[in-house]
Nanobody, 123 residues
Framework: VRLVESGGGLVQPGGSLRLSCSAS????????MGWFRQAPGKERVFISA????????YYADSVKGRFTISRENAKNTVILQMNSLKPEDTAVYYC?????????????????WGQGTQVTVSS
């Protein structure tokens, strides 16, 4: 199993970024996927998750209405579109494969993780 994030960078407040996570080594459409983020000195926190089919999505309150998760199963890719970015969105963003759907808001609900991509929101 391999997960590789891309798309991070430096953006001004109010701007947008599109993160991608490319997956390989497993039947992608059979698994839910999620995004977490970790700011310096803080715990890794849940951002969003999506079911294997893409029919259901879930968001943390802090990003609801600003971030959108989607997936392209034919391309083994999960995407996080981030709009109206704020300085407090600055963190390393990780994608992960769902292991236990009942606890998707916990890192314990995931079994494989990418290496992360840095997002910095600053003027």
């Amino acid at each position: 199993v391999r997960l590789v994030e891309s798309g991070g960078g430096l953006v001004q407040p109010g701007g947008s970024l599109r993160l991608s996570c490319s997956a390989s080594g497993f039947t992608f459409g059979a698994y839910g996927m999620g995004w977490f983020r970790q700011a310096p000195g803080k715990e890794r926190v849940f951002i969003s998750a999506i079911t294997g089919s893409g029919a259901r999505t879930y968001y943390a309150d802090s990003v609801k209405g600003r971030f959108t998760i989607s997936r392209e199963n034919a391309k083994n890719t999960v995407i996080l579109q981030m709009n109206s970015l704020k300085p407090e969105d600055t963190a390393v963003y990780y994608c992960a494969r769902v292991f236990y759907w009942n606890i998707i808001q916990s890192a314990r609900g995931y079994d494989y993780w990418g290496q992360g991509t840095q997002v910095t929101v600053s003027s």
